[in-house]
């Protein structure tokens, strides 16, 4: 499986950005998918997960209420919406895809897609 992420950008405090990830292959629908992001001098972050068929999500606490993962298992996609950014969102944000859900350990995923850098001005 191969995942390229896109959306990021520059946005101001309080707007918002949909990322998406689309994945290669006719396998997407078996795999569980996972955000994750990781600002300059952190470690990375495991943000939100959502299972292969998109019935169930899971979020770390920090981003409940303002990020939805969600998925189109028809366009090989997976989503992030963040709504209400910021500054502390500012990060590059990554897609992964592991066949457990849910899964908050990088390490445990399978693949990854690159990153897409979110910046949120003040």
């Known amino acids: 499986v191969q995942l390229q992420a896109s959306g990021g950008g520059l946005v101001q405090a309080g707007g918002s950005l949909r990322l998406s990830c689309v994945a290669s292959?006719?396998?997407?629908?078996?795999?569980?998918m996972g955000w994750f992001r990781q600002a300059p001098g952190k470690e990375r972050e495991f943000v939100a997960a959502?299972?292969?068929?998109?019935?169930?999500?899971y979020y770390v606490d920090s981003v409940k209420g303002r990020f939805t993962v969600s998925r189109d298992n028809a366009r090989n996609t997976v989503y992030l919406q963040i709504n209400s950014l910021k500054p502390e969102d500012t990060a590059a944000y990554y897609c992964?895809?592991?066949?457990?859900?849910?899964?908050?350990?990088?390490?445990?995923?399978?693949?990854w897609g690159q990153g897409t850098q979110v910046t949120v001005s003040s």
């Open positions: 292959g006719r396998t997407f629908s078996m795999y569980a």
């Open positions: 959502i299972s292969r068929g998109g019935g169930s999500t």
């Open positions: 992964a895809a592991d066949r457990l859900f849910p899964v908050v350990a990088g390490a445990d995923y399978d693949y």
